[in-house]
């Protein structure tokens, strides 16, 4: 029989292991304990190579006083989102941002772990979204309008209150004040953004989009602001988004996940109109409409300690909140029948629209991924579909499991929207997963929600 000691140690590699980051541990000797597939691949060895080897004989670069590790083991600090340039055993340089945590056993010290991230990587793709958008800047004004593919006429709906956010819209895209938007995962706030841009004086400047959420805290800051030469390692002198989108508008969405420091610096350049590079000594001034959206209520977020109350009311000269689709009903047979008739022409079918059966589990939907999952929806029916009418038999198989989650009973016992609606979001979390089998980017494609939130929201509920 095997050990429970023995038992828990496989389950530990074996989760360790399926992680997709970099997973480095040591012991209080500095020799490598536990070294996983994907450390391996950033660091440009095999696992063979490093493990059960000295830190240093490995990574010849390092020293006790550069090694986070190392560091680590002596101070017992733990050392989070830190960049790490060292070059591998056959010289080649390797940039990480490292996550570095002393492992404890009661007040005793016996090792310690790193998450590493590939910092090389992400620069890269940090300075291609960069020269992409700076190739944007250089083209002619006709182009830069064609960044732009939606205008609030391309927002249908038929609901009342829709329609008359629609018409504000137009009217305040003419001012130079910034707006806020909020609204759920999936309700158009990027749509409705551009359509701003378009009805604005700015049309014919530039459109620049940044998730907040999609970069690591490390480079947010550098593509924001830019970087002047020599403020980190191989860093050279270049712009960031303000300055890309210098005389047009910059959309920062999931403005919620940007750090709070930043914030700040955010700020002081909505009020002044001046930002500086990071490493640079000098201000630069820009002329950008700022527009930020989030996914939740700004007071959540601000209790939650996610926004910066000052930003808040910063950004709030204008605020849009965009209604989720369960509260636009006569939205959701409405924009059935436009999905429908969209991919009639673009898969080449003739679907004539969806059955009464349908039309009730459509009606009756919480539609959680709202307008984004609808689409998916009708996309995926489309394409499995033989007949000439959408019936039940074609939904996806997550959303035959969760057709019913209108009539849950909260756990919460609570009249709270806040905790029924949090309640409601667990289920669907825990329902995904199972229907994904655990896959985690499966899982927020069924949700309709980026990988990086999903993984927050598991660790928020789970």
């Known amino acids: ?102 492992i404890m056993i ?71 004040s910034p707006i806020l938007i909020y609204g759920e995962s999936g309700t158009g706030k990027e749509l409705f953004v551009q359509g701003i841009h378009y009805e604005s004086k700015r049309a014919n400047g530039p459109f620049i989009a940044q998730n907040c959420a999609a970069i690591p805290e490390t480079l947010l800051e550098s593509i924001l602001f830019g970087t002047a030469k020599g403020s980190y390692t191989g860093a050279v002198e270049r712009k960031g988004l303000f300055e890309l989108a210098d005389g047009g508008t910059l959309f920062l969405d999931e403005l919620h996940a940007m750090p709070m420091e930043l914030q700040a610096k955010l700020l002081r350049a909505i009020e002044d109109g001046l930002i500086r590079r990071v490493g640079g000594s000098q201000n630069i001034t820009v002329d950008v409409r700022v527009i930020s959206a989030i996914n939740v209520h700004p007071r959540i977020a601000m209790e939650e300690h996610k926004l910066r109350p000052d930003l808040f009311y910063r950004l709030n000269v204008f605020t849009f909140a965009l209604l989720p689709l369960r509260e636009r009903k006569e939205d959701i047979l409405y924009l059935t029948e436009y999905f429908i008739r969209t991919y009639n022409h673009t898969l080449n079918k003739q679907i004539s629209g969806i059955d009464k059966g349908l039309k009730l589990i459509f009606l009756k939907y919480s539609w959680p991924g709202n307008v984004r999952e609808l689409k998916h929806t009708i996309e995926y029916m489309m394409n ?53 089998g655990g896959n985690i980017n499966h899982a927020a494609k069924l949700l309709g929600i980026p990988r990086q939130t999903l993984q927050y929201k598991i660790k928020k509920y789970m």
């Open 384 to 436: 499995i579909c033989e007949e000439n009418v959408l019936s039940e038999k074609n939904l996806p198989v997550m959303m035959r499991q969760l057709k019913g989650i209108p009539t849950i009973e909260f756990e919460t016992h609570s009249s709270s929207l806040r905790d029924n609606l949090e309640a409601l979001e667990k289920k669907l979390i825990t329902n995904s997963l199972e229907a994904a």
């Open 1 to 102: 029989m095997v050990k429970l000691q023995e038992l828990s140690k496989e389950v530990l590699t074996a989760i360790l292991k399926s992680i997709d980051e970099g997973i480095h541990v040591v012991n209080t000797e500095g020799s490598t304990i536990f070294y996983n597939e994907v450390a391996a691949r950033h660091d440009g060895l095999s696992v063979q190579e490093v493990l059960g080897k000295p830190l240093l004989s490995a990574f010849p670069s390092l020293s006790e006083e550069s090694s986070t590790l190392l560091k680590v083991m002596k101070t017992a600090k733990p050392i989070y989102n830190q960049t790490q340039v060292y070059l591998n055993m056959y010289g080649k340089r390797i940039d990480t941002i490292n996550t570095t945590l002393p």
């Open 106 to 176: 009661g007040n005793t010290i016996v090792g310690a772990v790193e998450i590493a991230k590939d910092y090389s990587r992400m620069k890269l793709l940090a300075e291609r979204l960069l020269e992409l958008q700076k190739s944007l800047k250089q083209n002619n004004v006709k182009t830069l309008v064609k960044s732009v593919h939606f205008t609030l006429s391309d927002l249908k709906t038929k609901n009342n209150e829709f329609i008359r956010l629609k018409e504000e819209a137009r009217k305040l895209a003419k001012s130079y």
